[in-house]
């Protein structure tokens, strides 16, 4: 059993509401029901208070989040460990309903069936997957998407930590903004050469740059080496790759959004050509499709 593999439940929980946009889906049984997943024993449990309690905790998952997004390590590890005592893990051989060819019970493991609810069953087992994740891939892993107003978390799993958006539409959405505010400042800075000669706003020639959405992933050379001599072999190429046979395969968001700017350039220099406004739909589509071909 992988245990970090249940930090997806933190994240799940934590994007159950967006609260820049002003959005929660928590709001019924069934959504806690949603959150378990099929199969989930603990789910026949849920009750209606469950969706109180999980947003409690959700405010206090997010506040790791955002601790570690801050670098705030220490910060992101004592919340954690403060909802590890909190909601401890009871582990438990389970053999359930599920039966292999010879008739026998699939033994598994349960890691928190005797928690006193459907939500203490989560939260001890969301932390505890988070709880490894963190210690195994480190603090920096856990991020908040940076692309305004989405504020989502999620657990970067690139190989060059290069992660920075929950998903592949945010990517796109801040690398396509980006963009054209760099079109703006170009078009600004070609009227101001033409025209009379006016006060323009400085550029800064490197903030410029750091938002071309063609730019290699960036990385922050001030920002000091975190490693930890303790830990174990996080960086190990040869460490198999964590696979989750449920999950749906994980994309590079960068990968995506490179392509898909490629493909909206293009569209818009044909634009611009008739002078047009054109919508991204289609592209948003092509990149995709690139995207896909890329990452495999
Ligand atoms: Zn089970
Ligand atoms: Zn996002």
Redesign the pocket.
């Known amino acids: 059993m992988e245990l970090a593999y249940y930090s997806d439940y933190a994240v799940r929980l934590v994007n159950s509401e967006e609260p820049a946009r002003g959005v929660d889906t928590l709001t019924s049984a069934d959504a806690v029901r949603e959150l378990f997943g099929n199969g989930a024993q603990a789910a026949r449990r849920i009750a209606d208070a469950d969706v109180t309690r999980l947003r409690s905790v959700r405010a206090r998952l997010r506040a790791v989040f955002e601790a570690a997004n801050e670098d705030d390590e220490v910060r992101a590890v004592d919340l954690l460990n403060a909802l590890l005592i909190e909601f401890p893990v009871s582990p438990q051989i389970s053999g359930h309903e599920f039966r292999d060819d010879n008739g026998r019970p699939k033994w598994h493991m349960h890691i928190a069936d005797h928690a006193v609810n459907a939500s203490a069953t989560y939260t001890a087992t969301a932390c505890m997957g988070l709880a490894v994740h963190l210690t195994e891939y480190g603090v920096d892993r856990l991020g908040i ?1 940076q ?1 305004a107003p ?3 978390a999620y657990l970067d799993t690139s190989t060059n930590r290069s992660r920075r ?3 592949d ?2 990517a796109t959405r801040a690398n396509v903004a980006a963009y054209r505010a760099r079109k703006r400042e170009e078009r600004e800075g070609r009227e101001g050469r033409e025209g009379p000669a006016r006060e323009r706003p400085r550029t800064d020639s490197a903030a410029a740059s750091r938002t071309d959405p063609l730019a290699p992933p960036r990385t922050n050379p001030d920002a000091p080496a975190r490693t930890n001599p303790d830990a174990p072999s996080r960086t190990n190429p040869d460490a198999p790759a964590r696979t989750n046979p449920g999950a749906p395969p994980r994309t590079n968001p960068l990968a995506a959004s490179r392509a898909e700017v490629t493909a909206y350039r293009a569209n818009e220099d044909r634009g611009e050509e008739r002078g047009e406004e054109r919508s991204t739909g289609r592209t948003a589509e092509a990149a995709q499709e690139s995207s896909a071909t890329a990452d495999r």
């Open positions: 998407c692309a989405c504020r989502n958006y929950c998903s539409r945010c």
